[in-house]
């Protein structure tokens, strides 16, 4: 009986991979996409000819329609299903990618970051939210890390394809197209998608009808820690893959060496989320941030010290700075889901990903002014500091009793050819 049990487990769990294989395969497609359009941005506006007032504006329209898109997406789940929402702003994604090759006028390509943000905000809610309804205390870590060793590849491949292609290649935009119509194709013609469960009790419907009721600051009281984790993640990425090319033209890096240690940081992040997708089930949550963070500061300042001498030690630096840095997100989030109700998971999403959107929009500007006022080593000094806040909320949330994890609302969203 015991073999049979094991067995029977297996196969769910196959099952499960199996239908969020075709959302995990689209938004690494179109993830990969976005990665190679939003560094080609980067590095065009890292030329001299183009002036600082367009250098600050496109750095905040990926971070306003990310924001715009937590506002939006936990709506447009529960009013369109995972489904239709998905391939409607997949679409949009794929459409806006055209228009860097339609145009090269700032405001243009305002607006296009501005709909390109929008598309990633609410296509990662889908995504997160749709894991949580699979997903519980025993196997969350392992499939956030899955889905960010999705995202981690999508930006790995990113910036592999802009090697290849060359840092002043003049296809980058067609490949950025190329790669977001793939996956929005892929997602539209593949079938055995997951599916919420048909029907609701009395409490769920009531849960639905205050689902907006569910903020920011109830997940602050449940895993403080997170909102720290979250913020700082949301720093990092956008920092780190904007602000790069800046940082390495001040300390004299050529910019095949600056796409090489984002190339790094990425490699790093995605090596590493499979063994903490696995500690992370298995150790207390807040230990491991706890941890993570101390080592990513740490990286941060050996960066700061070694500047731009031993190119190969800092090819290294970037790479485990990755691996901590990129793995502090799934952590932090497997983490405050262990602490909610199935029911609000898909509003936790929306709300955790409007603060890493926050992370997004109120640092690049501030870390841009620093760096250009002080010294570019400022970029890694703020996101030292960010690293460390996660480390100091960890061992402050280790001193608070944990809260007993929620169990699974439904496993209907199992049942074979259910749709939404």
Known sequence: MHSLSQGGDFWAKAARLRRLAPIMASICLIGTGNSVLTTSVSLRLSQPDVDTQSVQLLLTGFPVGFLAGCLAAPFLVNRFGHRAVFLSVGFLAMVASFGYMATADAVAWF??????????????????????????????????????????????????????????????????????????????????????????????????????????????????????????????NMNLYALTPFYGAKVELSAATTVGLLTAFSIGGLVAQAPIGWLSDRLDRRFLLLVQGALTAAFCACIIMLGRQFVPLLYLLFFAYGATALTIYPVGIAFANSQLDSRHMVAASGGLLLLYSIGNILTPGIAAALMERFAPQMLFLMLGSGAALVAVAACLNLRRRMVPAAAPITRECLVPGANE
Do not use: K
Request: a positive charge; proline letters at 3%; glycine letters at 10%.
């Open 111 to 236: 607006c296009l970051r501005v709909l390109n943000g929008f598309a990633m905000a609410t296509l990662f809610v889908v995504c997160e939210s749709w894991i949580n309804l699979y997903a519980d205390h025993r196997n969350r870590g392992a499939y956030f890390s899955l889905y960010m060793l999705m995202t981690s590849l999508a930006v790995f491949f990113g910036q592999l394809l802009i090697e290849v292609a060359g840092p002043h290649s003049s296809h980058l935009f067609l490949i950025g197209v190329l790669t977001t119509s793939l996956g929005f194709l892929y997602c539209g013609l593949t079938g055995h998608w997951p599916a919420l469960p048909s029907r609701m009790d009395g409490a769920q419907q009531g849960a639905a009808a205050g689902f907006q009721r569910f903020g920011l600051w109830r997940i602050a009281v449940l895993a403080p820690v997170t909102i720290f984790a979250v913020f700082q993640s949301g720093m990092t």
